[in-house]
């Protein structure tokens, strides 16, 4: 049986870490779900850490391997294999069609190999759009309808779904409808939809039906905060400021739609003396504390998510006895 495993929930939560232990054990490879680590040179503030040694795709026996690009690399954390990370520039577009694409080759790949997939992140749109797939996926961008709805305002994007399509408005929760790429998108597929453009499932088959899929919680709020309030001011002694200063000095625009990724486009006011330094560090916990509830808000929404709290004594070894009920079944 080809079994997926998945680590998900809220940031600075540990998935990662949780991640490479259970790979270790279950000789496992992880591929990332985190929609802000895939842009190269975006660093320090996605929070990468990434291993001094990137290494070349392996090639796998059997014809499906060599679907995946030559050139499609891995990093290794710990000797695990971690997939999923710098895969574009900056200024490139990587939807959840791109990942979901690049996700099913990849799982494919590690069943090849007779190892064990971990989907790791917290990027909750896409990790539900691999197991579920998406009637919109196949939609293609209309560029010329990007173009005048970047125009306008969160608010009046919103006004503008809600017209056209108060159903489709009903089902976004509080971070769709803040988020002005989804809110543009959703204008985007209801425009397509009316044109009669075709649309069908991207995933139209599930990858897999032996999935277990780990979610970490907390309902401690305060020292989660602390833990991402930590985190962030790790990340500006290690230089997130320079990053942001060699972008910007490359080329890379503060409209991009990787430099919407919490840290990044909150450092314009900075930058053109709007605000302060503590000011800026002040906004950029803040908008982590919000992508943080964002995400625990999506997350509760899916399906068949055993969760665990992440501050209870023994929790590690509680999962640990969970994932091996799950795995040594039909194995």
């Known amino acids: 049986m080809k079994k997926l495993l998945i680590v998900c929930g809220p940031t600075a939560t540990g998935k990662t870490k949780l991640g490479i232990r259970l790979a270790k054990k279950y000789n496992g490879e992880i591929v990332s779900a985190d929609s802000r680590q895939v842009y190269k040179e975006m660093d320090i503030i996605t929070g990468k850490d990434l291993p001094v040694k990137l290494q070349i795709h392996p090639p796998a026996n059997g014809s499906k391997a060599q679907s995946i690009k030559k050139n499609l690399n891995f990093y290794l954390f710990q000797n695990i294999p971690v997939w999923g990370l ?24 590690i069943w090849e190999k007779g190892k064990l997939p971990i989907i790791v992140g917290g990027s909750g749109f896409w990790i539900r759009t691999l197991l579920e797939g998406s009637d919109s996926i196949k939609i293609p961008p ?13 608010k009046q994007l919103r006004e503008k779904l809600k017209k056209l399509t108060p159903e ?18 959703a204008i985007e597929i209801n425009k397509s939809q009316k044109l009669k453009v075709k649309s069908q499932k991207f995933n139209s088959k599930p990858i897999t039906k032996d999935i277990f899929i780990v979610g970490l919680k907390t309902k401690d709020y305060k020292n989660l905060y602390q833990k991402i309030d930590k985190r962030v001011d790790k990340r500006i002694k290690k230089g997130a400021e320079k990053e942001i200063k060699d972008l910007i000095k490359q080329g890379y625009s503060w409209d991009l739609p990787s430099f919407s990724a919490s840290g990044y486009r909150l450092w314009k006011d900075y930058f053109e003396k709007r605000k302060n330094i503590k000011e800026t560090i002040q906004s950029w916990k803040f908008s982590e504390h919000k992508l943080a509830r964002g995400q625990i808000v999506f997350f509760k929404k ?6 665990f709290d992440i501050n209870q004594t023994g929790v590690v070894k509680r999962i640990e006895k969970k994932v091996r009920q799950w795995y040594s079944v039909n194995c």
Request: charged share 35%; net charge positive; glycine share 0%.
């Open 142 to 154: 209309d560029w010329k309808l990007r173009k005048q709805l970047n125009k306008l305002s969160t």
């Open 168 to 185: 489709r408005w009903e089902k976004m929760n509080r971070s769709d409808r803040n988020n002005p790429r989804r809110l543009i998108r």
């Open 86 to 109: 710098d895969l574009i520039t900056p200024d490139q577009e990587f939807s959840v069609a791109h990942f979901v694409k690049f996700a099913d080759k990849v799982i494919n790949n």
């Open 302 to 307: 899916m399906k068949n998510i055993t969760w």
